[in-house]
C-alpha cells in the first residue's frame, strides 16, 4: 500500500470515528442538557449540583454508545480496565465541563436559565475535547491494523516455511 493512500486509509477511518463519536457524543449533549434543565426547574438543587447529576446520567448513557456503537470494533479485553479509564476520564470531563459552570454563575455571577445553559453548553463543548482524546487514546484502544495483520501473513507466506498456526521459527522452548 503506498504511503498516500495509506494516508487517505487513515483518515477515512478517523473521518468516520468522528462522525460515530459525534453522533453519540450529540445524543449525550442532549440527555446532558435535558437532564439539566429539568433537575434545574423541578428541584431546589443548586445550578452546579443539577449540571454533575446532568453531567453523569449522560456519561451513563456515553458510555452505552460508545462501547456498543462508536467503538465496538475495538479490543473488548480488559474490560474493568476500561471502564476504570472511562470513569476517571469521564470525571476529568465532568470537573471541566461544570468548573466552567461554577465560575461563570459563582465568580461572574451569570446565574440566569439562558446563562447556565450557554456555559453549560460551553463547558460540554471544551470537555468533550478532552474526552475524544483520551477516550480513543486510553479508553478504547484499537486492535492491530488490518494492514499490520497481512503484512505480516505475507511475511510468512514469503519465507517459504510452511508452519503449524502459532508456531514459532525457534522451536519449541526447553
Same mark, same amino acid.
Given at each position: 500500500?503506498?504511503?498516500? +493512500? ?6 477515512? !477511518? ?9 453522533? *453519540?457524543?450529540? /445524543?449525550?449533549?442532549?440527555?446532558? !442538557?435535558?437532564?439539566?434543565? @429539568? *433537575? ?20 451513563? $448513557?456515553? =458510555?452505552?454508545? &460508545?462501547? =456498543? $456503537?462508536?467503538?465496538? #470494533?475495538? #479490543?473488548? +479485553? ?7 479509564? $472511562? ?14 459552570? =461554577? /465560575? ?17 453548553? @460551553?463547558?460540554?463543548?471544551? /470537555?468533550?475535547?478532552?474526552? &475524544?482524546?483520551? =477516550?480513543? +487514546?486510553?479508553? $478504547? ?7 499490520? *495483520? ?7 507466506? #514469503? +519465507?517459504?516455511?510452511?508452519? /503449524? ?10
Amino acid at each position: 500500500m503506498s504511503g498516500r +493512500s495509506a494516508l487517505r486509509s487513515r483518515l477515512r !477511518l478517523l473521518a468516520r470515528e468522528i462522525v460515530k463519536f459525534g453522533a *453519540v457524543g450529540g /445524543a449525550g449533549v442532549l440527555v446532558n !442538557l435535558v437532564v439539566f434543565n @429539568l *433537575v434545574r426547574h423541578t428541584t431546589e438543587l443548586p445550578v452546579v449540583r443539577a449540571g454533575i447529576v446532568a453531567t453523569v446520567v449522560a456519561i451513563l $448513557f456515553n =458510555y452505552v454508545g &460508545f462501547r =456498543y $456503537f462508536t467503538y465496538r #470494533d475495538r #479490543d473488548k +479485553s480488559g474490560r474493568t480496565k476500561e471502564l476504570t479509564l $472511562f470513569v476517571f476520564f469521564s470525571a476529568v470531563g465532568l470537573v471541566i465541563e461544570n468548573g466552567i459552570l =461554577y /465560575a461563570t454563575t459563582y465568580w461572574c455571577g451569570w446565574n440566569t436559565p439562558l446563562q447556565n445553559n450557554v456555559f453549560k453548553f @460551553l463547558g460540554i463543548g471544551i /470537555a468533550t475535547l478532552f474526552r &475524544f482524546w483520551s =477516550y480513543r +487514546s486510553w479508553v $478504547f484502544r484499537a486492535l492491530p491494523a488490518k494492514e499490520a *495483520v497481512e503484512t505480516a501473513e505475507g511475511f510468512l507466506a #514469503d +519465507s517459504g516455511e510452511p508452519r /503449524a498456526a502459532g508456531a514459532s521459527r525457534r522451536g519449541p522452548r526447553a
